[in-house]
Structure formats: structure tokens, C-alpha cells
């Protein structure tokens, strides 16, 4: 009964919710954004499991310890990977445990230069161009000066790239506007995390995101678990009213 129930639920709006009551059940005060997270990551590496072959090339965007970064390797074994981490020492701590990988201690942009960047040491993974200071008011922030690149500007045109992993805290339109010819060129499938509250912080707002990705770059947009069940992409009046999902895939239309 226990299998079956998991199966009915899986890759459903209500699976964050059933996950979050049977930890707690189980005594484990875990976040609900982060049981939202854990399936999320899952249902992104299953997409890799199905598109990626063991030659393709992948980016991370937002490395933090390399978590995406391992499957890659697992899933393209053979591909050139290219990871993009400006917190130092997590920078340092990829650069030794993935030597085959191409990594960069940029934070990518739609410009080149330098700019502040601002460390959560007790929560690293919301860390980022922002001071953020609507959450987490309470939490210290150190902040540095990191150099900043576009995606074109590093990326070789000759590189295939077949899957972008976008991960950072509100960054996402910046990262996207200075990587367009890398995305027109590919058409990636792209897992991004995506929130308008955060991205409006840089000026760039939802309607924004789907006019770069779909009109331009000529993906769709898709939920992840819409994907996955092979349901139809998001319209833009869809995408644009997505309340509670961070997590989307841009893909090529068809795929």
C-alpha cells in the first residue's frame, strides 16, 4: 500500500505536502521549502537522465558544493562541464574535488565588471547580488567584491551545451540577458529557479524571464512534474500567475 500511495503522489502538487506531514510524523523539523527542494533537485536530475547522453555539456550556474555538477558527471561522463561559484573557499573546495571540470569564480551577469556580493555564512545557499534583506533579517551578511562575467563571454561558440542549471536568488533575468547567444545558439533544456518577488530586486520581472526564454530564444517553458508527465508548456498568462513553484524548465519545443 505504501508503494502505491507514493507512486499516486509522485511528481503531484500535493507530494511537498504529504513529504512534509510524514517527516514531521517522524520527528525530523525539516522546512517545507526544503522537502520542496529535495524534489524538486529530484525531478531535475531525472530530467538529465533522459536528455543527456554521455557526451553532452553542461553548466552550473550557482555551483554551491557541486551537487548538480555530480550528476553531470555521472550522467556525461564524457562532456565538458562548466561550473560557476564566487564564494571563494566553495570555489576552492570545487576547483579541488571536480579537476575535470571547467570552473570559474565569477557570478555571471549581463555585464562585465566587478560588484558587491553578499555572503550568508550560516546560510550559504541564499547568498547572492542582493542584500535581501526582506528574509532572513536576522541573519549576518558579509559582503565581498566579486567579479562578474557574462555567459557569452565565457562559453566557447563551438561548445554544444545541452543543459543550464540556474540557481541564483533572484539573479536568474541578469544571468539569461548576458547569456543569449549561448541559449539561441544551444536551445539547452535550462532548470532555472525562478521567483518574481526576488527578480524584480534587479528590475526584471516574470513577464521579462518568458519574453527572453520563449520569444527569443524560442523554448517553452514548462513545471518541472508538467515535463516529466509529458503535459503541454506553460502560456505565458500560465507562467506569469505561478504562485509557490520556483523551479521551471525552459526546453525546446517538442522535446
Not at 505504501?2 to 510524514?22: G, H, N
Not at 579537476?99 to 570559474?104: M, N, P, Y
Not at 524571464?209 to 518541472?224: A, E, F, K, N, R
Request: with cysteine.
Amino acid at each position: 500500500m505504501k508503494s502505491i500511495v507514493k507512486a499516486m503522489i509522485k511528481d503531484k502538487q500535493v507530494e511537498p505536502y504529504a513529504r512534509w506531514l510524514v517527516k514531521r510524523s517522524r520527528g525530523i523539523r525539516m522546512p517545507f521549502d526544503l522537502v520542496k527542494d529535495e524534489i524538486y533537485d529530484r525531478q531535475a536530475f531525472e530530467v538529465m537522465n533522459r536528455v543527456l547522453t554521455p557526451e553532452s555539456c553542461c553548466i552550473d550556474i550557482g555551483c554551491h558544493q557541486g551537487q548538480f555538477l555530480t550528476e553531470y558527471m555521472r550522467y556525461a561522463p564524457k562532456g565538458t562541464h562548466f561550473a560557476f561559484e564566487p564564494i571563494p573557499h566553495l570555489y576552492e573546495q570545487l576547483c579541488e574535488n571536480f579537476d575535470s571540470a571547467r570552473v570559474f569564480n565569477y557570478a555571471l551577469s549581463d555585464k562585465s565588471g566587478e560588484t558587491s556580493f553578499y555572503i550568508l555564512p550560516d546560510k550559504p545557499a541564499l547568498s547572492g547580488l542582493n542584500r535581501r534583506e526582506t528574509i532572513k533579517q536576522e541573519l549576518p551578511r558579509q559582503e565581498i567584491t566579486v567579479p562578474i562575467e557574462r555567459l557569452d563571454a565565457v562559453i566557447p561558440q563551438g561548445t554544444k551545451i545541452d543543459y543550464i542549471k540556474i540557481d541564483v536568488e533572484g539573479a536568474e533575468g541578469l544571468v539569461i540577458a548576458g547569456g543569449l547567444d549561448t541559449i539561441r545558439r544551444n536551445r539547452p533544456f535550462i532548470v532555472l529557479e525562478h521567483g518574481e518577488a526576488s527578480s524584480l530586486m534587479f528590475g526584471i520581472s516574470s513577464e521579462d524571464i518568458y519574453d527572453m526564454l520563449v520569444t527569443q530564444c524560442g523554448l517553452c517553458l514548462s513545471l518541472l512534474p508538467d515535463w516529466l508527465a509529458q503535459r503541454r508548456a506553460l502560456t505565458k498568462r500560465e507562467f506569469l500567475s505561478q504562485r509557490g513553484c520556483w523551479y521551471f524548465l525552459a526546453h525546446p519545443a517538442g522535446a
